[in-house]
């Protein structure tokens, strides 16, 4: 007997506005001083009311758009009611029957079958407050719980998928893309540390049976899952738990509810959360304090031209246009739009895409590694960078001196010039040597000075070479070593 | 020495303008009348007497200094208790409350002590807007005026008897479904519901948001509009309240309007209307055609299922703005919780009154799943059609003109045990709250038994204006403003 893996996610990502979405509070990560950034609409204090924030609209919408999805025309605000000491009105500020968007797609490339391509159909996006947070004495001590509602009110959108993902790797795959995408276009900077992005997992397995029926297995939502590893580790874990306990309940999908479970990251197990003793009923209804939002077509074609090239348009483009390999155009559009077009200067300036992207994937990563420095921020700019690299296609400089050109250009207090570049090079001597005439006579000398190595050369052993050319390069400062291995193997072959 | 409290609004207005008073010396006469006659009224839950005669002084002083005061030029105001001011409680007139100070001012506060206003007190009320007698209050009964036996109506029971009862000129109300006109009409003075947007609810502690407005009380029709005009217009801070311009309603007032057509409804006059109060109303409307007013019949059909849908709106809304009441960021918490469960459901348990919970178990069961759609969404549809019944009555007439409240005032303890005769005594307004739109209850003289009858005028969605001339032409055309409660006689 064999399963199909039937997952579908829900995702929570925090809109990067600078203010929460129903009130003026700061929306800043805040953790070490809680409740500071609070007022009386988002501690719902009596008679404050709420007012909603036009951007987190505006962003929640590109954050749709980005989907694929449709833009409701209409859309209102709904309460969704239930008491927890995080949610201070008693009620959730959401969206219900009417959500701003609905039926949209992300594409993702599997790692399967030499990178075929899931279609995630997109059910629903809406938009909501998030929760404040409940600090739980973990001592044991029974002290008291506390709330802190700086997150109270941060404006976040639900993203419902389809049941259209097949394996853990693939919703790894999506929830990666998901990220790229929408730091991408800038609604969300998607940091799952802080909780900017948060995801629970609904899993179920479709068993083939002998007459080549499929049975389903009870649906399990993980939730509150942290991290793209462990959404992975999650669902690998509740595929065999669920595989396993079929096999010995038979249990489907008609015999028992959908049930929730947490996923423990040091065990790597799903478990059993606390089941509420009825089925929750939210009681939505219309939210009477806010009114309804009407988006027009302009509304739409305004914010989907402020899109731009989303990333996986991009990457067809760096294959096409600059020939990167998949995995080069990936950690360069990885980095986010800045990165791309420092990576765009540098090629179009250099002539060589691929060139660049070796720059961009090593040496300049490194070094904003080592220094804590963003593209934007780093000391070497884009048209610099394109003018040293500029000299290694022509030949006049080795890869060599150029890398040592730019660790100087680096050590400069300044930001590094065109002029720097000229400058170290004169100082330093790297230009390459086209001087034909001294190289050959450098190598008649080194030839006439090393019979063995000739000789053994010329018996075949084509390593005797490298302590030759070795000779060349000391005796013509400058040379390129291309150069001089083609023109020394020439002579040696005479 | 004869009262200054017994002078009408716009007599007191002149002359703290002119000089001849001072805001220090009527808030005194407020603070004594309080302290004489209160103790028999129980209009107040709190009176800071320094905290008003400080503000009463610094108004003076800048009188005194040239400077422009507001429109309200001094005036005492006493606030019911469930509009928010910094640093003040606001009880709400619940247990659950009982403690609570507010750390920021609603936008009505802010704009009438910007206005002038001297904010003496905090008015009685029903346990969170919830009632018609003023019974529900949690912490005292506040009686009538005129017959101390007597409710003075609710929820804003505090409020109107303050005003009644020549203790405050003025005073702030709220009306949901008839919580500033009922008391009104049952106190014999002014009151006022704005059209719903009119006044902003920033700080107004919601009872039903899609229906709760915020509205004046007075002694007659000028203060009514004088307050209105002081705190009107938009607020950003509330999304319901609506950006359109406010007419100083004071100016026009005395332009009586010609050719007046005032809309008489069917339904008005149907079963369960006291012969006593018709009698009054119609009186009151033979004062409009002798003033010229055509007198029109209309039809609000859909008016009888106006309770029905207001008791599945009101409490649906009620349980959900209550929610935030849990016993975990403020208010009422219980001391002997085991569980979060345990900890919400005694802190609610205990110090929610038995209206309250009423209510919310209402608005609960009408939102649950199941029975969503055939009671919310279809009281949300006949709404509609009440609305659109107003809307076409007023194509045809400027007014509306008819009873407030079926009865005089009834006695205390009298309706307490029977909550449907006390829903229907707010037949005649509720309609007003289910469409948005403004209406008045304006002294139309004592019934036999000499207790006060209201009449009610109601207009079309921000047509204050002409609500406000037509009800001054009929209280110029005659005296009943003018009565002052035996026990407020000085
Ligand atoms: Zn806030």
Known sequence: MSYDVIIGLEVHVQLQTVSKIFCGCSTAFNPDQPNVQTCPVCLGLPGALPVLNAEAFRLAVKTALALNCQIAGFTKWDRKQYFYPDLPKGYQISQYDLPFSHDGHVDVVTEADGGAVRRVRILRAHLEEDAGKNMHDESGRGRDSLVDLNRAGTPLVEIVTHPDLRSAEEARLFLQDLRLLLTDIGVSDCNMQEGSLRCDANVNLHVHQPDGSKVATPIVEVKNINSFRFTEQAILHEVERQWELYQKTKQTIKDAPKSTRGFDPARGVTYAMREKEEAADYRYFPDPDLVPVTVTDEQIATLRGELGELPAARRARYRDQYQLSAYDAGVIIDQGREYSRYFEVVAEGCGDGKQAANWLTQDVQRELNERGLTIATFPVPADVLADLLKRVTNKQLTIKAAREVFGALLEGEETATTARIEAIVAERGLAIVQDDGAIDAAIADVIARNPKPVADFKAGKQQAAGALIGQVMRAVKGADPQQVRERLIAKLSE | MSSLLNLPAAELVTRLAAGDVTSAALTEECLAAISQRDSSVRAFLNVDVERSLAQARSIDARRAAGESIGILQGLPIAVKDLICEEGVSCTCASRMLENYISPYSAHVIERLRAAGAVLVGRANMDEFAMGSSGENSAFQVTANPWDLERTPGGSSSGSAAAVAGRLTPMSLGSDTGGSIRQPASL???????????????????????????????????????????????????????????????????????????????????AEGLDDEVAEVVRRALDVYRSLGAELIDIELPHSKYAVAVYYLIAPSEASSNLARYEGIHYGHRTEKAGSLADLYARSRGEAFGTEVKRRIMLGVYALSSGYYDQYYVKALKVRRLIRNDFDAAFAKVDVIAGPVTPSTAFKLGERTSDPMAMYLSDIYTIPANLAGIPGISIPAGLSPSGLPVGLQLQAAPFAEETLLRAARMFEAATDHHRLIPPMARS
Do not use: W
């Open chain 2, 187 to 269: 106190c014999g003075v002014v009151g006022l519901k704005p059209t719903y947007g009119r006044v902003s609810r920033y700080g107004l502690v919601a009872f039903a948001s899609s229906l709760d407005q915020i509205g004046p009380f007075a002694s007659d029709v000028h203060g009514a509009a004088l307050l209105l005009e002081a705190m009107a217009g938009h607020d950003p801070r509330d999304s319901t309240s609506v950006d359109r311009p406010v007419p100083s309603y004071t100016n026009s007032l005395n332009e009586p309007l010609k050719g007046l057509r005032i809309g008489v409804a069917r339904e008005h006059f």
